[in-house]
């Protein structure tokens, strides 16, 4: 399924969901309520879910003023990526990683936390940076934004149900068709339904971003190394987000949260090591 169908398919997923969870707490009147904040969403979705990610994940624009090395080394790599230089943002935390948004190339926004920049060498961060504009090259950064908006939206909804819910719902149902057992199983379903929608999100994307990434750059090795250090350190000090940005970053900020690969929004970080290695073996030879 290419990206821009699975945009499509969530942003209609968040509108059959709204709806029924309006349906359930407020009959008719409820399903019009959350269909038109479906709307809403929608609309946000497509055009600010960049910026809406860069404020749930805590990142902050700055200027080339305010970080020139860091402005200085994105450029560089957008150049060998033949990009427009994007929009660089910081994450004040110690917990080192990375991660694009936006809505396509001339929107996109690179995000580090000031941890990363203290860990790596320049020639790891390149590799860094050159995976996230990989991201932007790939057209990965639309659906992966639209995704974090829409899981965020679903779980603050089913917030906003449960509380219309103790104080009657919306209206417009009748007593006796009102299930409130129906009602609480889909809000404790939302949430869950928010953590799927990030997992329509292909796994694949990570590897073609380090593939893509290494060859802007030349240097597969460098990105190897960096990914070597951000999962040891990410693992010791894990980045307190939302969880439903948590598959934007280059490794999974959130170590805490272990299923064992079932709920996983990122491969395992070894196979992602051995398949860089592996394209700088077959470079030397």
């Known amino acids: ?49 960049g910026d809406i990610a860069l404020r749930m994940a805590g990142a902050r624009e700055v200027s080339e003023e305010q970080a020139p090395e860091l402005h200085q080394l994105i450029g560089e790599v957008a150049a060998y990526a033949h990009l427009p230089r994007p929009r ?13 948004t936006g809505r396509d190339a001339n929107h996109a926004v690179v995000a580090v936390t000031t941890g ?18 990989g991201h932007v090259r ?14 965020g939206a ?3 909804l089913a917030h906003v149900a449960q509380w219309a819910m103790l104080f009657g719902g919306f209206g417009g149902r ?19 339904a928010a953590m799927l929608i990030q997992l ?12 893509t990434g290494a060859r802007i750059i030349g240097n597969p090795e460098a990105l190897a190394s960096a990914l070597e250090k951000l999962e040891q350190a990410s693992s010791v000090r894990p980045l307190p987000v939302n969880p439903a940005v948590a598959h934007l970053f280059i490794v999974n900020p959130l170590k805490s949260v272990n299923f064992n690969g079932l709920f996983s929004t990122h491969p395992p970080l070894e196979e992602r090591i051995r398949r860089l290695r592996s394209m700088s073996l077959a470079s030397v030879h």
Not at 116 to 132: D, P
């Open 1 to 49: 399924m290419t990206n821009a169908l699975k945009t499509t398919f969530l942003l209609a997923l968040l509108t059959g969901l709204l709806v029924v969870i309006g349906y359930f707490l407020g009959g008719n009147g409820g399903m019009l309520l959350f269909f038109g904040i479906a709307v809403v969403m929608n609309l946000g979705a497509y055009w600010y879910s």
């Open 88 to 100: 660089v943002a910081i994450v004040d935390s110690p917990s080192p990683n990375a991660f694009a």
């Open 116 to 133: 990363i920049l203290g860990l790596l060498t320049r020639e790891e961060l390149q590799g860094v940076l050159a995976h996230e504009l």
């Open 138 to 151: 790939n057209h990965d950064i639309l659906i992966s934004s639209v995704a974090a908006t829409i899981a």
């Open 154 to 156: 679903i779980t603050m």
């Open 174 to 192: 009748d007593d006796e068709d009102y299930n409130p057992f129906a009602a609480i199983l889909l809000i404790i379903l939302a949430p869950l």
């Open 200 to 211: 329509a999100i292909s796994r694949s994307r990570e590897y073609g971003a380090d593939a």
